[in-house]
């Protein structure tokens, strides 16, 4: 219960994506997906961005994140706490 309103005040602040899924071709609005303690946050755009706007972009998204976990005594694990930027045309 707990997750599903951090995960409408994430999406609210304006963090998230839309995305085709790959197998229906349904439009998925979604902020990442939500495991136990592990959280994979997507960010992704259709727009060519500069690799450094892409970070600024993710760590606003991560900063987010970290702040609505906190306020449910929640911390972030440095060590479970890493990116992998992709790209492809």
């Known amino acids: 219960m707990l997750s599903s309103l951090l995960v409408s005040v ?8 839309k995305m085709d899924s ?15 303690d592990i959280t994979d946050l997507f960010i992704l755009n259709d727009f060519t961005k500069e690799e450094l706007d892409i970070h600024q972009e993710s760590q606003s998204a991560l900063s987010a994140w970290d702040k609505l976990h906190l306020s449910t005594g929640g911390i972030l694990k440095p060590e479970k706490c890493f990116y992998c930027m992709v790209d492809y045309d």
């Open 10 to 17: 994430y999406k609210s602040l304006g963090f998230g994506t």
């Open 22 to 36: 790959p197998i229906t071709r349904v439009m998925l609005d979604i902020m990442g997906v939500l495991y136990v």
